[in-house]
């Protein structure tokens, strides 16, 4: 693959790439949040109760 079949972004782009990548990446970390607070919130005060 030549340099001429690759597509140059303009910094505006690159930008927008950047700022989308940051928006999933927080939209990710809140649902792992949401999931263990969902978690914790259905097994109740029993998960502190657990025998090693």
Do not use: C
Not at 25 to 49: C, E, N, Q, R, S
Request: net charge positive; glycine share 4%; aromatic share 6%.
């Amino acid at each position: 693959m030549s340099n001429d079949d690759l597509v140059t972004l303009t910094d505006k782009q690159k930008k927008a790439r950047r700022s989308r990548n940051v928006a999933i990446g927080l939209a990710l970390a809140a649902l792992v949040i949401i999931f263990y607070l969902a978690t914790i919130a259905k097994f109740g005060p029993a998960i502190l109760d657990r025998s090693l």
